[in-house]
């Protein structure tokens, strides 16, 4: 019993702190959108994949830095309308 709840502690924990590990109640769209979030943050933390996206694209750099930031504020399109 002791197991089980320091397991749901820990869990706890890291949903509280790591926001993207998501919980019972997340909707499929908001994990779409952390998953995708976490995804153009890491292009932006490690600059020879940024720069490696940036000849593919042929574009600068630094504008597909800023595209992964635009995108960053609307991932995966607007929220489904939800049902009551």
């Known amino acids: 019993m002791a197991d089980k709840l320091r397991t749901q502690q820990q ?4 949903q509280n702190k790591y926001i993207g590990t998501g919980h ?3 909707t499929k769209h908001e994990w779409t959108s952390n998953i995708a979030r976490d995804s153009y943050a890491s292009y932006q933390g490690h600059p020879p994949l940024l720069h490696y996206m ?3 694209m042929g574009v600068p750099t630094e504008r ?9 504020v609307m991932p995966v399109g ?3 309308v939800v049902e009551d």
């Open 78 to 80: 607007p929220a489904p």
């Open 11 to 14: 869990l706890e924990s890291l």
């Open 24 to 26: 019972a109640d997340t």
């Open 54 to 56: 940036s000849i593919g």
């Open 64 to 72: 597909v830095r800023m595209m992964c930031m635009e995108k960053m």
